[in-house]
């Protein structure tokens, strides 16, 4: 979701939507009285509550003066391994932030992590020379694992964009002209 004043604009993904992928918290007839919750379990847009939390949630800003930021903060991966380190915590891999950009990424950590993602957008429009839209274009295209990650963007020129090649990514986007747009698709 973008949000645009004559000092900031915002724009911030609340979650990550894979839908090839077992949710363990969702309880099963045979687990945890399975069935009583099944039958009481809250929903939103039709589907069980537990599907949409915990998740990431990211942000990333620009300022009037053109300085951006980014922060990114993850629900975790189910099963991890002991000692596992995500992508959220690695500058340049889930979060980064320059002169230029600001980028915060979700989906599966190790992908993000090899293509170092975040910071790659940055670096295809500094040396490169693309735009946002065509930056985010290329890394989601040519440097990362299909299927498994998506990102938002924002640049010092305020430019909004987002990029995935999952089968969803919930996000946002409003302007200070009274733009607004949801998405998951």
Known sequence: MV????????FIFPTFVSFDQFDYRIPTLT?????AAMENQL????????????????CVVVDKQGHCAAA?????????????????PLIGSGTYACDLVAVSCTGEGEAIIRSTLAREVAAVMEYKG??????????????L???????IAVSKNGEV??????????????TEDGFMEVGVW
Request: aromatic share 8%; charged share 15%; net charge positive.
């Open 31 to 35: 687990t945890c009285g399975g069935s």
């Open 3 to 10: 949000f645009r004043t004559p000092y900031l604009t915002i």
């Open 145 to 151: 694992d299909e299927g498994k990650a998506g990102l």
């Open 130 to 143: 693309l735009n946002l839209h065509e930056a985010v274009d290329y890394v989601i295209k040519t440097r």
């Open 43 to 58: 929903q939103m847009n039709g589907l069980p509550i537990s599907l949409y939390a915990p998740e990431t949630v990211g």
């Open 72 to 88: 990114t903060s993850t629900g975790g991966l189910m099963n991890k391994m002991t000692g596992r380190i995500g992508d959220s």
């Open 161 to 174: 964009a987002c990029g995935f090649n999952t089968t969803g990514m919930f996000r946002g986007c409003a």
